[in-house]
Nanobody, 118 residues
Framework: QVQLVESGGGFVQTGGSLRLSCTASKSIFSMYVMGWYRQAPGTQRELVATITSSGTTNSADSVKGRFTISRDNAKNTVYLQMNNLRREDTAVYYC????????????WGQGTQVTVSS
């Protein structure tokens, strides 16, 4: 059973920082593309950032310069460092793993709430 276990969400004031972590089953982590998505109430889930097994990253324009995705292959963990948080970053953040070729092979974490208040 593949599992993605997230942690690190919470409450923070605008301008603050949080770091999300997602630990994956060893059987998939080394080859899968890892990513973070988010979903605010009444909206569709949207891409935040992704990172390939070799470390190539991609991120949404709305978080460029503020969020950084990274991975530690030795710990089977992907991180999302979020700085200068804004109220519009409030959402449930989901960890995702997808096979680079077989896109149907994808897994989701349970989600972690991030709330940014002024």
């Amino acid at each position: 059973q593949v599992q993605l276990v997230e942690s690190g969400g919470g409450f923070v004031q605008t301008g603050g920082s949080l770091r999300l972590s997602c630990t994956a089953s060893k059987s998939i982590f080394s080859m899968y593309v890892m990513g973070w998505y988010r979903q605010a109430p009444g909206t569709q889930r949207e891409l935040v950032a992704t990172i390939t097994s070799s470390g190539t990253t991609n991120s949404a324009d709305s978080v460029k310069g503020r969020f950084t995705i990274s991975r530690d292959n030795a710990k089977n963990t992907v991180y999302l460092q979020m700085n200068n948080l804004r109220r519009e970053d409030t959402a449930v953040y989901y960890c995702n793993a997808v096979h680079p070729i077989v896109k149907a092979s994808t897994y989701w974490g349970q989600g972690t709430q991030v709330t940014v208040s002024s």
